[in-house]
């Protein structure tokens, strides 16, 4: 199984920075792109950030210019740098990506998730 583990939440005031780092393990044979969700309460869940296993990456409008999203290949890692955090990022941030296991298997995995909040 493939494994990812979210770390680098907590709580930011309004106008701070958090850097989220996403940790890949288990049987895999390589990972391909990866991603950053959130889901705000009462919200859907949202793509905020993306990357290709060649560092192609893409954002939402609503983070454009404030938020960096880059990956380590070797560590098996992706982080999301965000800055200027206001009170509207609030959420449940996800990592996700599409992997394929050693039974040959490309599947989209999931954290279970790290809770940002930022105070205004």
């Known amino acids: 199984q493939v494994q990812l583990v979210e770390s680098g939440g907590g709580l930011v005031q309004f106008g701070g920075s958090l850097r989220l780092s996403c940790l890949a393990s288990g049987s895999i044979l390589e990972l391909n792109d990866m991603y950053w969700y959130r889901q705000a309460p009462e919200k859907e869940r949202e793509l905020v950030a993306s990357?290709?296993?060649?560092?192609?990456?893409s954002y939402a409008e609503s983070v454009k210019g404030r938020f960096t999203i880059s990956r380590d290949n070797a560590k098996k890692m992706v982080y999301l740098q965000m800055n200027s955090l206001n009170p509207e990022d609030t959420a449940i941030y996800y990592c996700?990506?599409?992997?394929?296991?050693?039974?040959?298997?490309?599947?989209?995995?999931w954290g279970k998730g790290t809770l940002v909040t930022v105070s205004s």
């Open positions: 990357s290709t296993n060649t560092g192609r990456t």
């Open positions: 996700s990506a599409w992997a394929r296991d050693t039974y040959y298997r490309m599947r989209q995995y």
